[in-house]
């Protein structure tokens, strides 16, 4: 709170903030000069500012120092990057050891998370965005169609056999008699 004749403290430097000099943040007031990262010492705003525990960042240091770890996280595309952050202050974690899965989908991801489960026809992952259950299996809305004849089915519309879907009312299979 101001005191008479005087503006607020500054968040970095602890000297008053008069009006004219005055950014806010997060309910704190910053010198204008005194508005930077903590690590690369930048000038911030409204846009680029990132706050951690009273900490103002810009958003490239805040990725870098809080954000994901691993490969092609924050360096671009395919970059790989073997900074660890340990200039930002950030201490190594240890490696976890490796732990066996009986996961069938060897994605990281997948093993961690729950993974998707695969499409009936193709194969292919079904998130759950794209994930019709027709017969008790997954399949994408795009796969989901009659065996035979590729007609579009909904859960009504299909007959199942031997773990392909068809038309129901239609004979696209015959029924051959066991031996």
């Known amino acids: ?40 010492r930048k000038n911030l705003d ?53 732990r066996p899965t009986t996961n069938p989908n060897t994605s990281k991801f997948a093993q961690k998370y729950g993974g998707a489960e695969k499409c009936s026809r193709c194969g292919d992952s079904v998130y759950a965005a794209e994930k019709i259950i027709g017969a008790g299996k997954p399949w994408h ?8 004849c590729g007609k579009s089915l909904e859960s009504t519309t299909l007959t199942e056999k031997e773990g392909e879907i068809y038309c129901k009312g239609k004979i696209h299979f015959s029924y051959s008699p066991v031996p």
């Open 141 to 148: 809305k795009n796969c989901f169609r009659c065996a035979k």
């Open 46 to 98: 409204s846009t680029t500012v990132a706050i951690h525990d009273e900490e103002i960042y810009c958003k490239s240091c805040y990725g870098k120092k809080y954000g994901p770890k691993g490969y092609g996280y924050g360096q671009g595309a395919g970059t790989l990057n073997m900074d660890r952050g340990e200039r930002l202050g950030i201490k190594p974690e240890s490696v976890q050891p490796h």
């Open 1 to 40: 709170m101001p005191v008479w004749g005087g503006g607020n403290k500054c968040g970095a430097c602890g000297r008053t903030v008069y009006h004219a000099e005055e950014v806010q943040c997060d309910g704190r007031s910053f010198h204008r000069c005194c508005f930077l990262c903590m690590v690369c």
